[in-house]
């Protein structure tokens, strides 16, 4: 699913919402997610899962091209671990939120 199809099913769930008024939601989640990882925050999303930093230590490489050896220095990169229920739902294990929206009550 790409951030535009992402978009449209979140506008069509959210009666009385535009695309327009839905990108702007959905910008400004991604922005806060991105913000806090970049000040070295965990972000945690229950049921989702967790974003967080993980450290690279240095270690050192070799460059295919040439076959010499570059030190690859210390670095962060995101994270994301997945949470109970996102994994039971891909799992199969429990019914997907439009699936249990839709049963006769």
């Known amino acids: 699913m790409t951030r535009s199809e992402l978009v449209s099913v979140l506008a069509e769930r959210l ?3 535009t695309k327009r ?3 702007k939601i959905v910008k400004a989640i991604l922005d806060g997610i991105k ?3 970049a000040r ?3 972000v945690e999303i229950r049921g989702f899962g967790n974003f967080r930093l993980r450290t690279r230590r240095e270690r050192k490489a070799r460059n295919p091209k ?3 050896t570059v030190e690859v220095p210390v670095k962060r990169v995101p994270f994301f671990k997945v949470g109970k229920e996102l994994k039971e739902m ?4 429990t019914p997907t ?3 249990s929206d839709s049963s006769p009550t």
């Open 66 to 68: 040439t076959g010499t």
């Open 97 to 99: 939120p439009s699936e």
């Open 35 to 37: 913000e806090a990882l």
């Open 15 to 17: 009666n009385g919402y």
């Open 40 to 42: 070295g925050e965990k």
């Open 90 to 93: 891909v799992d199969g294990k």
């Open 21 to 23: 008024d839905t990108e």
